[in-house]
């Protein structure tokens, strides 16, 4: 019984680490990122990220045009950007 307390403790430092991120994520990043700050970041040019975003990722769903600029959501651009390791 002790063992099973002790793993059920371990389960919620875990969920609580996993939110405590997600916070700190949303903090960071908004929902939609413009192509030109990974670009900034990353160094690498807009239409190679554009090509990475067309070949790698769902239109309309993970990346999208608004107002002649190409945005991508959150999640999309920290997977480009831990693929790149900024």
């Keep these: 019984m002790f063992e099973e307390i002790k793993i059920i403790k371990e389960i919620e430092n875990i969920k609580n680490m996993l939110v405590e991120q997600q916070k700190l994520m949303s903090m960071l990043f908004p929902d939609k990122v413009d192509i030109s700050f990974i670009s900034a970041k990353t160094g690498v040019s807009r239409q190679?990220?554009?090509?990475?975003?067309?070949n790698n990722f769902e239109p309309e769903v993970?990346?999208?045009?608004?107002?002649?600029?190409?945005y991508m959501s959150r999640e999309t651009?920290?997977?480009i950007l831990s693929r790149r390791s900024v």
């Excluded at 190679?48 to 067309?54: A, D, G, Q």
């Excluded at 993970?62 to 190409?70: L, P, Q, S, V, Y």
């Design 48 to 54: 190679s990220i554009r090509k990475n975003l067309l």
């Design 62 to 70: 993970d990346f999208w045009k608004e107002n002649a600029r190409i």
């Design 77 to 79: 651009a920290i997977t």
